[in-house]
């Protein structure tokens, strides 16, 4: 009987979250289209957002290119498909690695500190005082990081792709003797628009994504120091189990087209 | 003595806020007439901070109305809370600066986005803001992380006051502050009622910003006005709970968790 009822308690806890993830959602899509918009505070989140997570990002995608020429060179050496090697790396980066690493990565970088910040606002009555200065904090707070988060993740995915073939390119050329031109042609020759186009489509859902995961759980953080650091990781966990579970949808749609 | 009644600035008719099941304001009546300054006093969790909280609509009331100048402000949209919010002005109990931003970003917060007003001017009257709390020009640049806590409070004390509002609310203005800076500040809210004609809301547990600041006093005890009056009359209330607090007494009708009272 006990286990029933913490079965049920667990699946309907699970739903309201659900629920209220999905209304947050709402009312900041809403507060997106109206004014005023914050133009200062959304370039600075994307400076903040994009620009400093070039680095982390990068450093993913290099060595996941790098690493995926070894593994995929020992598994196709052993029937001759060396000469594949270019295009399966170029397409498992653009339409999958690519967008969940950067994904996963700014989620740990960005989500972390969105969370933070907010839930750090609202302990301190930030929030409240933005209320009485008579500023939406939603429209403020919520609404740049979002518009931010979800056009410059799909940038930040763009160079993780090229740094990501890069890294691979090194090297299959500098340990595996593979001939420069030819990788090079290789790369491009089966590669199709909708491969990087896919990947793109995901950065932005997965930018979105981490932006209101930040937000939700700051912005839901209850009293004290210890609740900032508990919304710091709802945060990290949403976000990357969201990236997933969407990745996995996004894929499916795209698969069927 | 006759003194000609000011009119009615603020008031709360039967005000009740709850949490779930838990009830912290329980129908209370307030009123605080024009360029009055009222303090309402209470212990710890006595439900001070929701009160002023609910006043301005920074929650919204289980039931009951609060009235400004005689209109029910309790169910506004948006629009018109943003609008009447030019009207208030608030200083929260840590000051609430925002950390992103400088000192005269802080101050002009209301000004530049609301009334959007150039920069060069906006600087200009946080500087006189500035210099109305005792602070000089040199602060403008800094960030809330730079200053002590007393200059935090005095910002923020400058950033409440930087829309020339109507009525001024305070939550626990002197908490935490020394002494001298403690005097600082409630020299300023007498200020502000005495040479801008403010009406001023505090809510305290401090009995000397009391005697500094207060026309009208109220208590706050588990969730109703348990005494209000004069300033003046604080000291022979004849009323036993207010008479327990201000002398501290641990035995009464305030009963203390886990104090038991000696015989």
């Known amino acids: ?257 | 003595m006759t003194t000609t009644r000011k009119k009615i600035k603020l008031e709360t008719k039967n005000l009740s806020k709850s949490f779930g099941s838990k009830v912290v304001l329980h129908g209370l009546d307030l009123k605080v007439r024009e360029n009055e300054s009222l303090v309402v006093l209470g212990g710890s969790g006595s439900g001070k901070s929701v009160l002023i909280k609910t006043i301005v609509g920074l929650l919204k009331p289980s039931s009951g109305k609060v009235l400004l100048d005689g209109d029910n402000i309790t169910d506004l949209d948006n629009k018109s809370r943003n609008n009447l919010m030019s009207r208030f002005g608030f200083l929260f109990q840590g000051g609430a600066l925002f950390d992103s931003l400088t000192v005269w970003e802080n101050i002009a917060f209301y000004l530049i986005h609301n009334k959007y007003i150039e920069e060069a001017e906006a600087r200009k009257i946080a500087e006189e803001k500035l210099s109305i709390v005792g602070l000089g020009k040199g602060v403008l640049d800094l960030f809330p992380s730079e200053l002590s806590g007393g200059m935090k409070k005095r910002v923020a004390l400058a950033r409440a006051i930087a829309n020339d509002p109507e009525v001024i609310f305070f939550d626990e203005p002197t908490t935490g502050l020394d002494p001298i800076m403690k005097n600082v500040i409630s020299d300023l809210i007498a200020k502000f009622r005495n040479e801008f004609g403010a009406t001023t809301v505090t809510i305290t547990h401090d009995i000397d910003t009391v005697k500094t600041i207060a026309t009208k006093v109220a208590l706050l005890h588990k969730g109703k006005i348990a005494w209000t009056g004069k300033s003046k009359d604080i000291y022979d209330s004849g009323n036993k709970i207010f008479d327990q607090f201000i002398h501290g007494r641990v035995s009464g009708p305030i009963k203390v968790e886990g104090v038991h009272e000696k015989d």
Do not use: H, W
């Not at chain 1, 009312?27 to 680095?55: C, D, H, L, T």
């Not at chain 1, 410059?152 to 763009?158: D, I, S």
């Not at chain 1, 628009?193 to 995901?202: N, P, R, T, Y």
């Not at chain 1, 939700?216 to 210890?226: K, R, T, V």
């Open chain 1, 1 to 257: 009987m006990e286990f029933i009822r913490k079965v049920g308690g667990v699946t309907l806890g699970f739903f309201q979250d659900v629920g209220k993830v999905s209304n947050f959602s709402f009312i900041a899509i809403k507060a997106m289209i109206s004014s005023p918009i914050y133009f200062s505070e959304i370039v600075q989140n994307f400076i903040r957002i994009g620009f400093f997570s070039i680095p982390v990002v990068g450093m993913t995608a290099i060595f996941t290119g790098a690493v995926l020429v070894l593994q995929t060179y020992t598994g196709f050496s052993r029937f001759a498909g060396e000469s594949t090697i270019p295009t399966v790396v170029v397409i498992s980066i653009t339409r999958e690695l690519g967008p969940v690493l950067a994904g996963l990565m700014v989620a740990g970088r960005v989500g972390s500190s969105i969370a933070a910040e907010i839930a750090t606002m609202k302990v301190s009555e930030q929030l409240d005082a933005l209320r009485t200065l008579a500023v939406n904090p939603f429209r403020y707070l919520v609404v740049p990081r979002l518009i931010a988060c979800t056009l410059t993740l799909p940038l930040l995915v763009l160079i993780a792709d090229i740094i990501g073939i890069f890294g691979g390119y090194v090297v299959a050329t500098g340990k595996l003797n593979f001939n420069k031109a030819l990788y090079l042609s290789n790369t491009v020759a089966y590669l199709q628009a909708e491969d990087v186009i896919s990947g793109l489509v995901k950065a932005a859902i997965f930018g979105f994504i981490i932006a209101i995961s930040g937000c939700y759980s700051g912005y839901n953080a209850d009293q004290g120091a210890e609740s900032v650091g508990t919304a710091t990781i709802n945060a990290v966990v949403m976000s990357s189990v969201l990236i997933l579970f969407f990745n996995y949808i996004t894929t499916q749609i795209f698969f069927a087209t």
